[in-house]
């Protein structure tokens, strides 16, 4: 199994590359992870840039292979609100298209959930589209389905999808 490990800024060239090619990999192969294909390097680069930048508010996991290249990631948000600062929200679990239904899915969010227990967080809530495999990965780690929001957001072809919300309590 690849080590999962949280980054730290700063983060190499070589680790933000691999980033922007893991999310336009994802990207690409239909994942509903907020934006839609062709995924331009520039696009990517920007949503990690930001990302990187909001180190300080987020934990972003990477599994890497046992040469050290990044083969998925997930990220956790914690809550900044006063009122919510036993909750945090899991975002843009990515696996390398090449690497998918070996288990590193299940064990990004392993150590997402390790995180946020290690922060304090007793609630975790996460989202994804209708019918993509990973809804059956998020209900066998124990996550609730709250509900379906129709028509959420545009795939690649344009058509508005449903998404369903859930959430997990540790």
């Given at each position: 199994?690849?080590?999962?490990?949280?980054?730290?800024?700063?983060?190499?060239?070589?680790?933000?590359?691999?980033?922007?090619?893991?999310?336009?990999?994802?990207?690409?192969?239909?994942?509903?992870?907020?934006?839609?294909?062709?995924?331009?390097?520039?696009e990517?680069?920007?949503?990690?840039?930001?990302a990187?930048?909001?180190?300080?508010?987020?934990a972003?996991?990477?599994?890497?292979?046992?040469?050290?290249?990044?083969?998925?990631?997930?990220?956790?948000?914690?809550?900044?609100?006063?009122?919510?600062?036993?909750?945090?929200?899991?975002?843009?679990?990515?696996?390398?298209?090449?690497?998918?239904?070996?288990?590193?899915?299940?064990?990004?969010?392993?150590?997402?959930?390790?995180?946020?227990?290690?922060?304090?967080?007793?609630?975790?809530?996460?989202d994804?589209?209708?019918?993509?495999?990973?809804?059956?990965?998020?209900?066998?780690?124990?996550?609730?389905?709250?509900?379906?929001?129709?028509?959420?957001?545009?795939?690649?072809?344009?058509?508005?999808?449903?998404?369903?919300?859930?959430?997990?309590?540790?």
């Amino acid at each position: 199994m690849p080590l999962i490990n949280s980054l730290s800024a700063p983060v190499s060239a070589k680790d933000r590359f691999a980033l922007i090619e893991l999310l336009i990999d994802a990207v690409d192969s239909g994942a509903a992870v907020g934006f839609v294909p062709p995924l331009s390097e520039g696009e990517a680069g920007a949503f990690w840039d930001k990302a990187i930048a909001d180190l300080h508010h987020r934990a972003i996991l990477v599994a890497r292979d046992d040469v050290g290249r990044i083969l998925g990631t997930v990220q956790l948000i914690p809550s900044q609100s006063p009122s919510m600062l036993h909750r945090a929200e899991i975002t843009k679990l990515l696996v390398h298209s090449a690497h998918r239904r070996k288990g590193l899915g299940r064990a990004l969010m392993k150590a997402a959930e390790a995180e946020a227990g290690r922060l304090g967080r007793t609630l975790l809530t996460l989202d994804a589209r209708r019918g993509d495999p990973v809804v059956d990965l998020y209900g066998s780690l124990g996550f609730v389905e709250v509900g379906i929001i129709p028509r959420y957001a545009r795939n690649g072809d344009g058509v508005l999808e449903d998404n369903v919300v859930f959430y997990k309590e540790l």
